[in-house]
Every structure is written in C-alpha cells, then in structure tokens.
C-alpha cells in the first residue's frame, strides 16, 4: 500500500495527486479503518475537481481533476491524454487506453465487501463505502491490477510501458505503487 505519509504523484499542472483523506475512524490512525475521501462519510471540501485547500495551504486531487481532463482534451473515444507522472515513475492516465486498434475504458478491480463491517472495536453497517477498508481487490474483476495499473503503449510510450489509471470506480487514484516512491514525494 501507499505510504499514507506521500502524495501518490503528480499531475500534469504540477498539482499533487492523493488519494488518501487524513480523517479515521474515532480519530484513530491506529485503528485500522480510514475514511475514503471520496466516500460520503466525511466532509473535506472537494471542489469541482475533486479537490481541495488543506490547513497547510496546499492544493490536491483526491479524485478525477475533471478541469484537467477538459483542458487536456480527454474524450471517451480516444487514449487518455497523459495526466501526470506517479512517485515512482511511472506515468499516471485517466479512464482510457489504446489496446490493440481499439479505445477501452479502463476498469478497477476493486470491488464493495458485501455484509456488514465487524463493529466491536470496529465500525459497524454495511459495507458502503465510508472506508478504505470496505473495498477489497478481486483479480481480474476489471481491466486494471492491484495498483490501478497495466502495461500500455501510449504517444508518449509507443514501446509500451507499465502505466497507472485514474478511474471512476474505487480506488479512483491507486493507492500503492509497483515502484519505489522517490524522496521528494514524502511529507513532513
């Protein structure tokens, strides 16, 4: 999994790209269940683009930069348009990708846990969402691995290359890396 301490990567305007929100459950980074930032449970002030201001100033996606994607001219019949570069590397697009001769929209494989949560010590209800820890990834559900992931031959990577996906489904913005994360990517 992705350091919860580091941005995933950056896009392309040179906004960081993260997918993790800073809130837990009771307030307990220990506790084991995170607070998915795009799950409805917690209000962090997302604009238009699925981002927002933290305290410290500083700007960030925590879902699909729609501005970004409309300026880069994404279309849903044609590859993504490259979105950004990831902390290991590696280059991060948006929803689409050229397979063969053909566009195909690029799928997570993260899926809803069905049943309820343990509660206890742990939250209780259903699996809707509200947590990180209420998806599970089911290999081969969707076009895309673990990391959000595949190997694609793009403009800018005609030779092909391993490449990560910001979709519309869970995890949105993958949340670990088949590389190693480079310095400059940690927070303090």
């Known amino acids: 999994p992705l350091d919860r301490g580091a941005a995933f990567g950056v896009a392309v305007n040179g906004v960081p790209v993260d997918p993790n929100a800073a809130e837990f459950w009771q307030g307990d980074p220990r506790a084991g269940w995170s607070y998915n930032a795009l799950g409805g449970a917690v209000s962090l002030g997302l604009d238009a683009n699925y981002a927002h201001v933290q305290a410290s100033g500083a700007y960030h996606y925590h879902g699909l930069p729609i501005g970004l994607l409309q300026q880069l001219g994404w279309s849903a019949t044609a590859p993504s348009p490259l979105i950004g570069y990831a902390a290991d590397g590696f280059p991060i697009y948006a929803l689409t990708a050229q397979q063969g001769e053909r566009t195909v929209r690029m799928s997570s494989s993260y899926q809803l846990k069905s049943g309820n949560r343990p509660g206890g010590a742990q939250p209780s209800g259903r699996y809707d969402g509200a947590f990180v820890e209420d998806f599970e990834y089911i290999a081969g559900s969707g076009a895309l ?44």
């Open 145 to 188: 691995d673990e990391c959000n992931g595949a190997m694609i031959t793009s403009a800018e990577y005609p030779g092909g290359t391993y490449a990560y996906f910001l979709t519309e489904a869970y995890p949105v913005i993958p949340r670990c890396l088949v590389g190693e994360a480079g310095k400059g990517f940690s927070k303090r």
